[in-house]
């Protein structure tokens, strides 16, 4: 949020960024570098476990295996489709 703030300060469209704001009722939290580790490291990681499974079990089978290759190489969706078009 803060970093489509400037973004709309930069265009020149603040105002209307504000009203969109305004109208949706939106909000971020500031958060420091230490807030955001510690939400990570508090992940619990059995529920992460839980959507996984049946993300798979719903998805089309291109869409489970793009998933599941992303879960066990750690690579970000981008970095995933990246590899995917180098060897292909």
Known sequence: MASLSNL???LGVYEEWKRIIKRF???WEN?????????????DLASIEEW???AIR????????A??????????PNEACCSHLEVS
């Open 8 to 10: 709309a300060r930069y």
């Open 25 to 27: 009722g939106l909000n």
């Open 31 to 43: 958060w420091n570098g230490l807030d955001s580790f510690m939400s990570i490291m508090s992940t």
């Open 52 to 54: 996984l499974e049946e």
């Open 58 to 65: 719903k998805l089309p089978q291109k869409y489970a295996l």
């Open 67 to 76: 998933l599941i290759f992303m879960a066990l190489t750690g690579l970000r």
